[in-house]
C-alpha cells in the first residue's frame, strides 16, 4: 500500500515511522511519504491559509495551495485525481472511522491523507479535491496529523502479516468474527493475584467452553459500551 500524507508538519511522520510495527509495515511492502504543502504553495512567503470570508476565528487552508501540492505531487488535476484513489480529508465532523472503514480502507491499493490545520479547510477541497472526509472522533484536535497516525496504526494492523498470526487479527474487538462487538478480556499468568482469580474455565483446557464464555463477554461489553452511562 502507498500512502502520501500532505501535511505542514512532516517531521512529526518521522518519529511515527520509527516505530517498531509501523517499520514491520513499511519493510513488508507500505510506503508512508509526507508532502509539505508549504513547500508548493504558489503564495509569496510560504503562505498556506486565510482568514474566512464571512469573519470569524482562525484560518483556513486555501484551495489554491491544497491544489498546487497535489498536482506537484501527482501531475494530474486533482478533481480527476479523487476518482481513481482515496483522497482523505481528515476532519472532526467526516465520517467516523470504525472497523469496518479500516477494512475497506486496508483494501486500497493507496491513500491520500490530507492533515488540516487551524480553522480546517476551504470546503472547496472537500467538495472537490476529497473523495472521504474522516474523523477519529468527536472532538477537535489542532491538526489532522494525529487522526492521519491513528488511521494509518488501524490499517497497518489488517496488513497481512502484521501481527505474526493471522488470527489475532481475525478475532479482533469489532471484528466480523467477534460480530461487531469488543474483544473479550484477557488473562495472563499469575492465575492468581491479591486473590483475584482467572475464571476457571479459562483454565479448564476445554476449548468449546472457552469460546462459549468468550463470545459471551464480547456480548455484554458490547451492550455495556452502548448502554446508558451512570450519572
Ligand atoms: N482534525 C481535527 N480534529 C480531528 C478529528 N477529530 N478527526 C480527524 N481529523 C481532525
Not at 498556506?48 to 464571512?54: C, L, Q, R, S, Y
Request: with cysteine; hydrophobic share 40%; proline share 6%.
Amino acid at each position: 500500500m502507498e500512502i502520501d500524507v500532505f501535511t505542514l508538519f512532516p517531521e512529526w511522520f518521522q518519529w511515527f515511522s520509527a516505530q517498531r510495527h509501523v517499520r514491520n509495515a513499511l519493510v513488508a511492502g507500505t510506503s508512508i511519504q509526507c508532502v509539505n504543502f508549504r513547500e508548493h504553495t504558489p503564495l509569496s512567503g510560504g503562505q498556506v491559509d486565510d482568514t474566512p470570508f464571512g469573519g470569524g476565528a482562525g484560518m483556513v487552508l486555501r484551495v489554491d495551495v491544497l491544489e498546487a501540492a497535489l498536482r506537484a505531487r501527482y501531475d494530474a488535476d486533482p478533481v480527476e485525481l479523487r476518482k481513481r484513489r482515496r483522497v482523505i480529508a481528515l476532519a472532526p465532523g467526516g465520517r467516523l472511522l470504525d472497523d469496518r472503514l479500516v477494512d475497506e480502507l486496508a483494501g486500497e491499493p493507496a491513500l491520500t491523507l490530507l492533515c488540516g490545520r487551524y480553522e480546517g479547510f476551504d470546503e472547496r477541497i472537500v467538495e472537490h479535491f476529497a473523495s472521504d472526509v474522516v474523523s477519529i472522533g468527536r472532538y477537535v484536535l489542532s491538526g489532522g496529523e494525529l487522526a492521519a497516525m491513528v488511521l494509518c496504526d488501524a490499517v497497518f494492523r489488517k496488513l497481512p502479516g502484521a501481527l505474526g498470526h493471522e488470527e489475532s487479527a481475525a478475532q479482533e474487538s469489532f471484528s466480523a468474527a467477534l460480530e461487531g462487538h469488543p474483544e473479550y478480556p484477557h488473562y495472563t499468568r499469575p492465575a492468581e493475584y491479591r486473590g483475584w482469580r482467572v475464571p476457571e474455565v479459562l483454565l479448564s483446557g476445554h476449548h468449546g467452553r472457552i469460546e462459549e464464555w468468550r463470545s459471551a463477554r464480547s456480548r455484554e461489553r458490547g451492550a455495556a459500551a452502548e448502554g446508558p452511562r451512570e450519572p
